[in-house]
């Protein structure tokens, strides 16, 4: 099968687009022909050796930690899985991705694929919707009639973010770039904070009961966003190199979120999608043989919204 590779850890140049062979499921796992991978900010950290210490890979090492493709076999002690059945997972950390045309997938850690989008599109979901239904729900604790700030509504897991607290009935403020306004807003943010204009704590006058923060933002605006959490409510941050602040005395929480694997949240978010109350945004659809060329293009800063990575059809 084809597959991309790095045999070294390195810039985009180490990635190589080469004939691999094709697994063989052991006990608990399937296979599952790739419809679509999708490319995370991490795979470039991890591709880049940065994240040695909490992911430890083997090289070589293909990437890709969302799959979204078809079951074609099983592994010892599989149930509730067929062959044929279309998934959608959030492949183990450490352990080779689906950049390839088939991978290898722990059988619990995978959902049916949602009906209502193409299969190769819902390889957009796993990792940016468990991270934005985790912060919102498992870390926030989110309830209807709360105020959610989302800083950094622009990207992928913003986009779902925004989506899942304005569904769960809470008020969504939203900062983003202008390139990105239109967007956040038809997510259904009830306010759009211009963030290359306007400072944030001015524009957010009420106090917010969960600030989410997805942005790589300047340490000292990410211990602002405390002032504008009341009391009891949460700071959850994604931008794990920065710890998340807090305040003990106001009981305002600080959590760093590592995103987790989850299938049952996973169907969850399925059902909502297929239910029309969550939207797949995908903002590119490269080939497999490209993805060298995505990751330099990321390092660069030159990508915007969620891309899938689509391998030569069979």
């Given at each position: 099968?084809?597959?991309?590779?790095?045999?070294?850890?390195?810039?985009?140049?180490?990635?190589?687009?080469?004939?691999?062979?094709?697994?063989?499921?052991?006990?608990?796992?399937?296979?599952?022909?790739?419809?679509?991978?999708?490319?995370?900010?991490?795979?470039?950290?991890?591709?880049?050796?940065?994240?040695?210490?909490?992911?430890?890979?083997?090289?070589?090492?293909?990437?890709?930690?969302?799959?979204?493709?078809?079951?074609?076999?099983?592994?010892?002690?599989?149930?509730?899985?067929?062959?044929?059945?279309?998934?959608?997972?959030f492949l183990p950390m450490d352990g080779d991705g689906a950049a390839a045309e088939y991978v290898l997938a722990p059988a619990e850690s995978l959902a049916r694929a949602p009906?209502?989008?193409?299969?190769?599109?819902?390889?957009?979901?796993?990792?940016?919707?468990?991270?934005?239904?985790?912060?919102?729900?498992?870390?926030?604790?989110?309830?209807?009639?709360?105020?959610?700030?989302?800083?950094?509504?622009?990207?992928?897991?913003?986009?779902?973010?925004?989506?899942?607290?304005?569904?769960?009935?809470?008020?969504?403020?939203?900062?983003?770039?202008?390139?990105?306004?239109?967007?956040?807003?038809?997510?259904?943010?009830?306010?759009?904070?211009?963030?290359?204009?306007?400072?944030?704590?001015?524009?957010?006058?009420?106090?917010?009961?969960?600030?989410?923060?997805?942005?790589?933002?300047?340490?000292?605006?990410?211990?602002?966003?405390?002032?504008?959490?009341?009391?009891?409510?949460?700071?959850?941050?994604?931008?794990?190199?920065?710890?998340?602040?807090?305040?003990?005395?106001?009981?305002?929480r600080g959590i760093d979120l590592y995103v987790r694997s989850d299938a049952d949240q996973l169907a969850k978010l399925?059902?909502?999608?297929?239910?029309?109350?969550?939207?797949?945004?995908?903002?590119?659809?490269?080939?497999?043989?490209?993805?060298?060329?995505?990751?330099?293009?990321?390092?660069?800063?030159?990508?915007?919204?969620?891309?899938?990575?689509?391998?030569?059809?069979?």
């Amino acid at each position: 099968m084809k597959a991309v590779r790095f045999h070294e850890y390195g810039d985009p140049g180490v990635l190589r687009y080469e004939d691999v062979e094709r697994p063989h499921p052991g006990a608990g796992e399937v296979r599952v022909r790739v419809a679509a991978t999708s490319f995370n900010s991490v795979d470039g950290n991890i591709r880049g050796g940065f994240m040695r210490g909490p992911i430890p890979v083997v090289l070589p090492h293909t990437p890709g930690l969302d799959v979204a493709g078809t079951v074609d076999a099983l592994g010892e002690g599989v149930d509730g899985i067929a062959v044929g059945d279309d998934v959608i997972g959030f492949l183990p950390m450490d352990g080779d991705g689906a950049a390839a045309e088939y991978v290898l997938a722990p059988a619990e850690s995978l959902a049916r694929a949602p009906r209502s989008v193409p299969l190769a599109d819902a390889a957009a979901v796993p990792v940016v919707g468990l991270t934005a239904y985790q912060a919102l729900f498992d870390h926030g604790r989110l309830t209807a009639g709360q105020r959610v700030l989302v800083n950094g509504a622009g990207g992928a897991v913003g986009g779902y973010a925004v989506q899942l607290a304005k569904n769960a009935g809470a008020h969504v403020i939203a900062t983003a770039a202008p390139r990105s306004s239109e967007a956040v807003t038809s997510a259904g943010a009830d306010e759009v904070v211009d963030h290359t204009t306007t400072d944030v704590t001015a524009a957010v006058t009420e106090p917010v009961d969960i600030a989410l923060n997805l942005a790589p933002v300047d340490p000292a605006e990410l211990a602002a966003l405390v002032t504008l959490v009341r009391p009891g409510g949460v700071v959850v941050n994604t931008t794990v190199w920065m710890p998340a602040p807090g305040d003990e005395e106001r009981d305002v929480r600080g959590i760093d979120l590592y995103v987790r694997s989850d299938a049952d949240q996973l169907a969850k978010l399925v059902a909502l999608i297929d239910g029309g109350e969550l939207r797949v945004a995908v903002a590119e659809r490269v080939p497999l043989a490209e993805l060298p060329a995505l990751h330099a293009r990321a390092a660069e800063g030159a990508v915007h919204g969620k891309v899938v990575v689509v391998p030569p059809a069979a």
